[in-house]
């Protein structure tokens, strides 16, 4: 297998080969939603399989299935063999729908029309400041899912599954069982709060989320064996919190937000927080990295504000943002990856 495109091999490359290799980012997109969408990585599962036997098992004309199928071995997520018939990659394997970290779910919602028509509007968006989304549609992003379950459905399965995947990472680099009385503000149905408590069973947690989100967290709680340490609390982050914890949770909360808004949110933490100076305020985000470097937050950062106006942020970009809501940042998170920022309140003006 020749390997994936990326900077080392595309260096040989001549500069306008290279400059249009990245327009082809539409393209690949969608090939690879195609093949997701058709299960062919759940079909090569057992071994190599020839594309006249793919197109039967899903139903396709052969033909445009091995050109569609070419194309994703040129990237790396097939390997063609000498005898035409194709397997899986590492890259591919992921693309299963059966394997633990699967990103099945997240290639089908990026290949979406409501991402690739969102993204259509993005000169709207610079123009304006004004969310993409709501120029391609006519209403916000979340009044779109609750009027299209299919699509409602794939988003809350991608992000699940990217849950799963970061809820691993933050877990494994930081040490929430240094708190005893744990908040997770805007938590949804509580799947990061109770991977942190079965992470720590001295640990007692409280789940605030909207009353239609926090309805449905029982069944999932009870199935982490976590519920008698969960109080569910329906809230809205925007109005007053629930006192005396040890630490209030945002995981992946903020950047949905303008920094008005996110300032807000942060100063509903910190009214929390009054009667508690040792508590601590606990930012789950991706930290965008360094100029010049890549990092996936850069790309998040445009769905943010095609979406809804938010932000992916730099540690600069946080440190004012939390200055201005009372609190200061601690810790020193790896910049370019999803990262726990630890803070504490303090006097404003400080």
């Not at 199928?69 to 390997?79: C, D, M, P, S």
């Not at 259509?120 to 709501?134: C, D, I, K, N, W």
């Not at 979340?142 to 809350?156: M, Q, R």
Request: charged share 25%.
């Amino acid at each position: 297998m020749t390997g994936v495109v990326g900077p080392a091999m595309t260096a040989a490359l001549p500069p306008h080969v290279r400059l249009l290799l990245l327009t082809d980012g539409k393209r690949i997109s969608r090939v690879l939603h195609v093949v997701a969408e058709l299960g062919i990585a759940d079909e090569l599962a057992d071994g190599p399989l020839a594309v006249p036997e793919l197109a039967s098992r899903t139903r396709t004309h052969a033909d445009s299935l091995g050109r569609v199928l070419r194309v994703a071995a040129a990237f790396g997520i097939f390997e063609e063999q000498e005898d035409g018939r194709y397997t899986l990659t590492e890259i591919g394997q992921v693309l299963r729908s059966d394997v633990p970290g699967s990103q099945r779910d997240m290639v089908l919602y990026n290949g979406t029309e409501m991402l690739w028509r969102s993204y259509g509007s993005l000169m709207h968006t610079v123009r304006t400041g004004q969310p993409a989304f709501e120029d391609a549609y006519g209403h916000g992003f979340f009044e779109h899912l609750e009027e299209n379950p299919e699509a409602s459905a794939l988003f809350d399965r991608a992000m699940t599954g990217m849950s799963r995947a970061t809820a691993r990472m933050l877990l494994d680099g930081y040490d929430f069982g240094r708190f005893t009385r744990i908040a997770d503000v805007g938590g949804g149905r509580g799947f990061f709060l109770s991977e942190v408590l079965k992470r720590h069973p001295e640990s007692h947690g409280t789940l605030i989320d909207r009353p239609a989100v926090v309805e449905e967290a029982p069944k999932l709680l009870g199935e982490a064996g976590v519920a008698e340490r969960v109080e569910v609390v329906p809230g809205d982050f925007f109005q007053e919190l629930p006192k005396g914890r040890d630490a209030y949770v945002l995981k992946a909360v903020l950047h949905d937000w303008d920094d008005e808004r996110a300032a807000a949110i942060l100063g509903r933490v910190r009214e929390a927080l009054d009667d508690n100076p040792d508590g601590r305020l606990l930012i789950c985000e991706f930290l965008v990295g360094p100029a010049n470097q890549w990092d996936r937050g850069k790309l998040l950062d445009l769905d943010m504000l095609i979406r809804f106006g938010g932000r992916e942020r730099d540690e600069d970009q946080w440190r004012a943002l939390l200055a201005s809501a009372g609190f200061e940042l601690l810790n020193d998170p790896v910049p370019g990856r999803w990262a726990v920022l630890e803070c504490r309140p303090v006097a404003v003006g400080l």
